[in-house]
């Protein structure tokens, strides 16, 4: 069986060095993201994780995108939106690595307004099969 922070770990290393964290402008982090960033950062958290010889894990990778500002009100950065959308899908909807696979079809993804501040978040939520034979 796979603990939290295994598949955090091998989620991390799909994300490492790919265009997807050349691509973004902050950080890349396992844990929380960092304080008072302004940047666009991609953050790994588990939301559920099973047991058994096919245990199924569920993964956030949720990549936060400022606002720009026109005429003092923020709005949607929908270009530079679509453009993470797009390479995160292909890089994480179809991964393998060492005795995992992501389900794209028990996967999803939305782009969600964060509440409190002028930024939206893609949520990649992962539903990762492991196989402990």
């Given at each position: ?40 950062d991609?953050?790994?958290s ?23 500002i ?64």
């Amino acid at each position: 069986m796979k603990s939290d922070i295994e598949i955090k770990d091998a989620i991390y290393v799909v994300i490492k060095g790919s265009s997807l964290e050349k691509a973004v402008t902050g950080k890349l982090k396992k844990t929380k993201r960092p304080t008072s960033s302004d940047k666009e950062d991609i953050v790994i958290s588990i939301l559920d994780n099973g047991s058994g010889q096919m245990q199924k894990a569920f993964v956030n990778v949720n990549i936060y995108v400022p606002d720009y500002i026109r005429d003092g009100q923020a709005e949607e950065n929908t270009i530079r939106l679509r453009e993470l959308c797009k390479m995160s899908y292909e890089l994480l909807f179809n991964c393998r690595g060492d005795g995992f696979r992501v389900d794209s079809k028990g996967s999803k993804q939305r782009v969600l307004e964060v509440s409190g501040k002028d930024e939206h978040f893609i949520n990649n939520k992962l539903l990762i099969q492991i196989s402990n034979e």
